[in-house]
């Protein structure tokens, strides 16, 4: 899909994608109805976004033709649809730089972006698709945490495996700590909720299903806070845990998840020269291009007068991009409207066969 030449020794590509959300998935979608390539960046060890860190197994309504459908299923079949497209992600990288190649007029490619592991990626325009911006798990602030981060304490899933048959304590009272309590019960020795408070930020129907279970002695569901992390050997052996009934417990574990929720990075956006408007990129809305001629931004990420922050937005939002970046890449010639019932052309970029006749 990419080309490499003598003098440049990073990935070459048409697009860069700055994130790896529905949106961004749907962006490969659209450029490739186009013919045009991608390459898609995100700061997160996996593809989803927000979608896929924070609600895993929360119903949504409102995408069209899908009366319920939850975020997972959403991603994988948004990545599904990509797939004829051949995108290449690269994946827990962060763009620290987006610089622009013009001094050279004869240079094809644009953008310089560099991520805070050393890739090197030349576009030829680039669709900032990035939510609400660059996100970091809030951390737990418990001293001693540091050095058994990603050892027992872990604050993103990668593998179920890694937790099987463990004893789990899991922090947080959102969508992301009770869906992974879910679960993770199947396939934990115990698993043990806590959170601050007894009011959840979780679905509804998520936390009745944990009651149900912790009826069953399935689960534990505990309210209060960790104030020590209990360690022997430099290996972490029990909580202390501060309950707002004044009682203090120790609870043993083998492995600590926290989902506290993730925090957005956001300078960067002001350091590559984009305009903003309350920390969302000004965008024309005939073009989806922003202050910076050749970047485009879609989704959360961008605003413009009655913006929504809507997946289905930011699926015609894509769609309306994928057109102009067809045209800017084609000196502005007219960009033709392919429908996929019945363009032979879209048919050959899917890599399907339809009989029209």
């Not at 569901?221 to 104030?227: H, R, S």
Request: hydrophobic content about 40%.
């Amino acid at each position: 899909m990419t080309s490499i030449n003598n003098s440049f020794s990073g990935t070459e590509t048409d697009v860069v994608i700055i994130g790896a959300g529905p949106v961004g998935l749907f962006q490969v979608f659209e450029l490739g109805l186009q013919g045009i390539k991608a390459v898609v960046i995100d700061s997160l060890p996996h593809i989803g976004g927000q979608c896929r860190e924070l609600y895993p197994q929360k119903p949504i309504f409102d995408i069209p033709a899908l009366p319920q459908i939850n975020a997972l299923e959403l991603i994988d079949n948004l990545a599904q649809q990509a797939s004829p497209f051949d995108p290449e992600y690269l994946l827990d990288n962060r763009v620290v730089a987006i610089k622009r190649l013009e001094q050279d007029k004869s240079l094809e490619h644009k953008f310089l972006l560099i991520t805070d592991k050393g890739k090197h990626i030349r576009a030829k325009a680039v669709i900032i698709a990035a939510g609400g911006g660059s996100f970091e798990p809030v951390k737990l602030k418990v001293p001693g945490v540091e050095p058994l981060v990603d050892k027992q304490v872990f604050y993103r899933i990668k593998d179920l495996k890694q937790h099987q048959d463990k004893d789990l304590v899991i922090l947080g009272g959102g969508d992301s700590a009770f869906d992974w309590a879910l679960e993770l019960q199947k396939v934990a020795n115990s698993v043990t909720l806590i959170h601050r408070s007894s009011k959840y930020r979780a679905a509804q129907s998520s936390v009745q299903l944990v009651e149900n279970l912790c009826s069953k002695l399935k689960m534990q569901l505990l309210t209060g806070q960790v104030t020590e992390l209990i360690t022997e050997n430099n290996t972490l052996k029990q909580l202390r845990v501060s309950g707002k009934d004044g009682v203090t417990r120790r609870i043993e574990l083998d492995q600590l998840l926290v989902f506290f929720g993730l925090s957005p990075k956001l300078s960067l956006l002001k350091d590559w020269g984009l305009e903003l408007h309350h920390n969302q990129i000004k965008v024309n809305t005939e073009t989806f291009e922003t202050s910076q001629p050749g970047i485009y931004a879609v989704g959360d990420i961008n605003w413009y007068p009655g913006k929504q922050k809507l997946i289905l937005s930011g699926f015609h939002e894509a769609a309306l991009a994928a057109f102009a970046v067809k045209s800017a890449l084609t000196e502005g010639k007219r960009v033709p409207l392919l429908y996929t019932t019945t363009s032979p052309i879209a048919h050959q970029r899917l890599g399907v066969s339809v009989d029209l006749y």
